[in-house]
């Protein structure tokens, strides 16, 4: 398995590459159509000393020629951008002339604690509606969860969120205050935007909100890697024997059904990106997503390098942690 790992890792370093270069090559040839980035320094339309912009520059790395031929990848920059961070330095942004580095570590943990409460509640949410689904199978109880999750999952994540800003969450927010008060974890948790004071519990509603981005897809996935595993002999065997059905599902069907369930989870990982950019934006939590967004909308080229940079380590990490699952779930597959 370690020749199978260190393969993994040789191929997540190539598409990190290839997922540099593109960043950068596309970044590039946006300056070189949009024009000089290193304007938005100054502010306004002011027309700044051609010393002073020639300087500004110099320290954003604009000086190269090349970003004035159209279409030139700009491979001088690209190589000083990956040796700057392979040494730690992210650069700074244009905008308040701030360190890179020091906004990851502000973002970063957000966005972590946003994804932990949204893969919770993706995964707990899931898997119990896909086994009740699956053990009442063509019933009534069958048919409700599957439509249910499929209307779940065709309402668009910027509606629940906005729903539950303007007409849930003030409600909420004062009936909890006024019961147990305004400090309290109740006080807290429903409040319609985050507070800074209160990191982890502010970030649990909009956690679970992005967990039901991919809820219908999962659910049905569960329900029928269970199914096929209700019908093998194993289960049979296990009946026989007397065991209880509790135990027969949760250490025969469950475990057995995991493989393509972990597969489905590494994919909507990835998926769940795009509604961590609602989320952030309409909450208004200082993550990835939300700093990307703004990046782009201030002409940030090295602050949107970095963070989707950052987006695509996190998608190669959880797809490499996949794989190495699949062989301590099924100790029949091997890799070597």
Not at 9 to 38: C, D, E, K, M, W
Not at 242 to 253: A, C, N, S
Not at 264 to 270: R, S, W, Y
Not at 284 to 305: C, D, K, S, W, Y
Request: glycine share 10%; with cysteine; aromatic share 10%.
């Amino acid at each position: 398995m370690g020749r199978y790992v260190i393969r993994r890792l040789l191929q997540a370093l190539l598409t990190l590459g290839i997922v540099l270069f593109l960043l950068h090559y596309l970044t590039a040839l946006s300056v070189q159509i949009r024009g000089n980035p290193a304007l938005l320094f100054f502010g306004g339309d002011r027309t700044p000393d051609p010393g002073m912009l020639a300087q500004v520059e110099r320290l954003y790395g604009l000086d190269n020629k090349c970003y004035e031929r159209t279409g030139d990848p700009c491979l001088a920059p690209f190589v000083d951008r990956l040796q700057n961070f392979v040494q730690g330095d992210f650069g700074t942004t244009l905008n308040g002339n701030r360190d890179v580095g020091q906004l990851l570590a502000i973002y970063i943990p957000n966005t972590l604690r946003l994804f932990i409460f949204a893969t919770i509640t993706l995964v707990a949410v899931s898997m119990v509606l896909g086994t009740w689904a699956a053990r009442h199978r063509g019933k009534f109880i069958d048919h409700t969860v599957r439509g249910t999750t499929i209307l779940a999952d065709s309402i668009p994540v910027f509606l629940i969120l906005l729903s539950y800003v303007y007409i849930v969450a003030v409600p909420l927010t004062r009936w909890a205050r006024d019961i147990w008060g305004t400090e309290s974890f109740m006080g807290q948790v429903f409040r319609p935007n985050y507070n800074p004071d209160y990191p982890w519990t502010t970030i649990i509603i909009p956690g679970i909100i992005v967990g039901t981005v991919g809820l219908a897809s999962m659910t049905r996935l569960i329900r029928a890697s269970q199914l096929e595993n209700l019908g093998s002999d194993f289960v049979r065997t296990a009946k026989a024997k007397g065991l209880k059905p509790l135990r027969i599902t949760i250490v025969h069907v469950i475990r057995n059904s995991m493989i393509p369930i972990i597969t489905g989870i590494g994919f909507l990982f990835a998926f769940m990106l795009s509604g961590a950019v609602l989320t952030e934006g309409v909450m208004g939590i200082p993550g990835m997503g939300r700093m990307i967004f703004q990046a782009v909308q201030r002409q940030e080229g090295n602050l949107v390098i970095v963070g989707l940079t950052v987006s695509a380590v996190v998608v190669v990490f959880v797809s490499l942690i996949v794989d190495l699952l699949y062989a301590v779930l099924d100790p029949r597959i091997r890799y070597e």
